[in-house]
């Protein structure tokens, strides 16, 4: 079975600064690896995804992920963060089952980024 | 990318009633799918839905209770039956992007459910 952790319920991180939502993964074969994020009141918007390639995935509104097979994670990082990235944030895993992509998700880390 | 719309977006229902969520998409996709988000929790898949055949549940989640249906291939549905409580979450429809091997899914708002 398939499974992410997301360790931190909570991370908080001054306007400007660097910040990192961690994420590690476990699945069996090679990991179809993804983030996404959730605005008060919003759906999931769709942020990155890691299919094979490059380790260092770029996405939209300035984030990337660094996906590091042997430690089994896929951290999402921004150089500098703005105060309109605090939501919800959600790393999910999936694998073929049964003719689709099953998608699993972790619990959530919510980014504050304080002014 | 999918554009994926969801009626009602939310919802206050008394205990012991039902609920039907709609859930449109403005292109053709194979595969839908329903997911639950409880208070301050994760999303949780309820069933993947294939049009022209019957739902398949995760574990946890009975026909009985959260009935599907996918006439065809822009439209769902999803009912919450007899509800209690329990109930009040944020469900989501999602669609599988087709558009090769890299599929990533694409999610409605979401459908907020109070259930008094």
């Known amino acids: 079975a398939q499974s992410v952790a997301q360790p931190e319920d909570q991370v908080n991180v001054a306007e400007g600064n660097p910040l990192t939502v961690k994420c590690t993964y476990s699945?069996?074969?090679?990991?179809?690896l993804f983030w996404y994020v959730q605005y008060p009141n919003r759906g999931l918007q769709f942020l990155l995804k890691?299919?094979?390639?490059?380790?260092l995935v770029k996405g939209s509104y300035g984030f990337e992920a660094e996906f590091n097979k042997s430690q089994t994670s896929f951290h999402l990082k921004k150089p500098s963060a703005l105060v309109s990235d605090s939501a919800l944030y959600f790393c999910?895993?999936?694998?073929?089952?049964?003719?689709?992509?099953?998608?699993?998700f972790g619990t959530g880390t919510k980014l504050q980024v304080i002014p | 990318s999918a554009v994926i719309s969801q009626k009602p977006s939310r919802d206050i229902c008394q205990r012991g009633t039902s609920l039907t969520i709609q859930c449109q998409v403005d292109?053709?996709?194979?595969?839908m799918f329903w997911y639950r988000q409880q208070p301050g929790q994760s999303l949780t898949l309820i069933a993947t839905?294939?049009?022209?055949?019957?739902?398949?549940?995760e574990s946890g989640f009975v026909i009985d209770k959260f009935p599907i249906s996918r006439p065809n291939l822009t439209f769902s549905t999803l009912t919450v039956s007899n509800m209690s409580p329990e109930d009040s979450s944020i469900y989501l429809c999602?669609?599988?992007?087709?558009?090769?091997?890299?599929?990533?899914?694409?999610f409605g708002p979401g459908t907020r459910l109070t259930v008094l």
């Open positions: 890691y299919i094979t390639g490059d380790n």
């Open positions: 839905a294939n049009q022209g055949s019957e739902a398949t549940y």
């Open positions: 999910a895993v999936s694998s073929y089952s049964g003719g689709y992509q099953k998608v699993t």
């Open positions: 999602s669609v599988e992007d087709s558009g090769g091997a890299e599929n990533e899914q694409f």
């Open positions: 292109s053709q996709v194979t595969m």
């Open positions: 699945v069996s074969g090679n990991p179809y």
